[in-house]
């Protein structure tokens, strides 16, 4: 934990709390806040746009793209693609390629807690240089009614920005699904003075929010240069442990109205924010609201006596939702998982936790948490004594029904392998060390078959390595006569 960036986002979060008061913040987001969605960086997305159409790249682009990344311009490498060709990147990851193996992108909790601020009026306006629509998916999935206008500024020449209606997400670049999205250094240099104007109206007594921004070789940041001083403070809430350093980003550090807020993971410091604020996420952890919502906006006499049979059911819903009982359940599922967390502190009692574990299990018998931590504790005990192999048989027998029941768990894949290897230092028969082994290499395959295995210099190719020389110890190299 970081006292600073803990007292900062403290800091960040009272301003918010004024602001709300005053009409709401303004948010200007960047690519960083939807990497963990699934869209990925300009750097990524230059290798892969070169990848896939390479004939309209030099030899030297191509070689950069596998070899440094860091000397190719995302706005040059744009400008080498049609917008036809640049739609098609983009639509890859926004809506998915079965072809290409990439999957739709999905909400992250950056999106959710951003679109959960905008609709308790934390944030007025949210301002976007990226193309995808997860910051209007996120609005829809947190019930947010009226929905928020939506501007692309893409395709637009002349603006009016003082008649922008608030709460608004405006898309500064233009949208994927738009006619023009602006991303090549001539396009974004032609709607400089459009960026300059929607910026100048929005204000310097507004308090500034940017997150997952980069700023570089982009005139908005000219704009933000150029509209000091921020008279309600600019938090930059930066991923890395400095900005960037070029003379357009220097005020950020030296102005006394500029808050720089290092190491700021998108999902963890919206969703800090949003916790700091005491703005609950109601679609998830009180469902009946959304259904309250239905009942106040929806005209049921419309449709006579159907309407009002709907209504009678969204009200049923509402009841039994709100029941004691089921109040009872959630607040159950509360403390398993605030249980849950206390683990990390508790990870020498290992009795214990299996107590609470089992508990757990009885109201819940799947949950992932609960049978990962019990597994691990009964290896830990295993581990611990010797004598006592009847844990080593609980531990595989919960890993079998977890690897069985949540394959994407790649963390108990690993924990499964180490605690076989222990379990081989105790048998001496060769037959059983090479069914282990053999064991081994069956879940390191089938982890590596999963959609989220990522990294292939990862502790599973270590542990593949650990098998190999122990199964060559077992079967020592014999030269064949000639």
């Known amino acids: 934990?970081?006292?600073?960036?803990?007292?900062?986002?403290?800091?960040?979060?009272?301003?918010?709390?004024?602001?709300?008061?005053?009409?709401?913040?303004?948010?200007?987001?960047?690519?960083?806040?939807?990497?963990?969605?699934?869209?990925?960086?300009?750097?990524?997305?230059?290798?892969?746009?070169?990848?896939?159409?390479?004939?309209?790249?030099?030899?030297?682009?191509?070689?950069?793209?596998?070899?440094?990344?860091?000397?190719?311009?995302?706005?040059?490498?744009?400008?080498?693609?049609?917008?036809?060709?640049?739609?098609?990147?983009?639509?890859?990851?926004?809506?998915?390629?079965?072809?290409?193996?990439?999957?739709?992108?999905?909400?992250?909790?950056?999106?959710?807690?951003?679109?959960?601020?905008?609709?308790?009026?934390?944030?007025?306006?949210?301002?976007?240089?990226?193309?995808?629509?997860?910051?209007?998916?996120?609005?829809?999935?947190?019930?947010?009614?009226?929905?928020?206008?939506?501007?692309?500024?893409?395709?637009?020449?002349?603006?009016?920005?003082?008649?922008?209606?608030?709460?608004?997400?405006?898309?500064?670049?233009?949208?994927?699904?738009?006619?023009v999205q602006r991303n090549t250094t001539d396009q974004l240099e032609a709607h400089k003075e459009t960026l300059s104007q929607i910026v100048r109206s929005t204000g310097c007594n507004k308090t500034w929010v940017v997150?997952?921004?980069?700023?570089?070789?982009?005139?908005?940041?000219?704009?933000?240069?150029?509209?000091?001083?921020?008279?309600?403070?600019?938090?930059?809430?930066?991923?890395?442990?400095?900005?960037?350093?070029?003379?357009?980003?220097?005020?950020?550090?030296?102005?006394?109205?500029?808050?720089?807020?290092?190491?700021?993971?998108?999902?963890?410091?919206?969703?800090?924010?949003?916790?700091?604020?005491?703005?609950s996420l109601d679609f998830i952890e009180r469902p009946h609201k959304e259904l309250e919502l239905y009942l106040s906006e929806i005209n049921f006499n419309s449709l006579g006596k159907r309407g009002s049979t709907y209504q009678i059911k969204i009200s049923e819903y509402i009841k039994i939702l709100k029941s004691d009982q089921k109040q009872l359940s959630f607040l159950t599922i509360d403390i398993a998982n605030i249980l849950i967390d206390s683990f990390a502190d508790l990870v020498e009692e290992d009795e214990k936790i299996i107590e609470i574990c089992n508990l757990i299990l009885k109201q819940f018998p799947d949950h992932e948490e609960a049978l990962s931590w019990l597994a691990f504790s009964y290896h830990q005990l295993a581990y611990k004594y010797q004598t006592r192999q009847e844990y080593f048989e609980l531990a595989f027998k919960i890993y079998e029904q977890i690897i069985q029941n949540y394959p994407q768990r790649i963390e108990d894949y690993k924990f499964y392998v180490e605690t076989l290897f222990d379990k081989l230092r105790n048998v001496e028969e060769i037959r059983e060390q090479k069914k282990l082994l053999d064991k081994i290499k069956t879940l390191i395959d089938k982890a590596r078959t999963q959609h989220n295995f990522k990294d292939p210099h990862d502790e599973l190719v270590d542990l593949n390595l650990k098998r190999i020389k122990l199964l060559n110890d077992l079967e020592p190299y014999q030269p064949q006569d000639s």
């Open 1 to 179: 934990m970081n006292p600073k960036r803990e007292e900062l986002l403290k800091h960040l979060a009272a301003s918010l709390k004024d602001a709300k008061e005053d009409g709401g913040a303004i948010l200007l987001v960047g690519a960083g806040i939807s990497v963990s969605a699934g869209i990925p960086p300009a750097q990524k997305l230059m290798k892969i746009a070169i990848e896939n159409f390479p004939n309209y790249f030099t030899d030297e682009e191509q070689k950069l793209a596998q070899e440094d990344l860091s000397q190719l311009q995302y706005n040059d490498i744009m400008t080498k693609l049609s917008n036809v060709k640049r739609k098609e990147l983009f639509k890859w990851f926004i809506e998915g390629n079965k072809e290409k193996g990439i999957k739709k992108a999905k909400l992250n909790f950056a999106h959710i807690a951003i679109a959960e601020l905008l609709k308790q009026g934390y944030f007025s306006r949210i301002l976007t240089v990226n193309f995808d629509p997860l910051v209007i998916h996120a609005c829809y999935m947190v019930g947010m009614y009226p929905f928020p206008a939506i501007y692309d500024l893409g395709a637009m020449g002349k603006v009016n920005a003082e008649l922008l209606h608030d709460p608004s997400i405006v898309y500064l670049n233009g949208q994927h699904v738009g006619f």
């Open 211 to 279: 997150a997952g921004y980069s700023g570089e070789n982009d005139p908005l940041m000219d704009a933000l240069n150029e509209l000091r001083p921020y008279n309600n403070w600019l938090y930059w809430l930066e991923y890395n442990e400095q900005v960037l350093q070029k003379e357009s980003h220097q005020f950020l550090e030296n102005d006394e109205e500029c808050k720089t807020i290092y190491s700021c993971d998108a999902d963890e410091t919206f969703m800090e924010v949003a916790e700091n604020l005491k703005c």
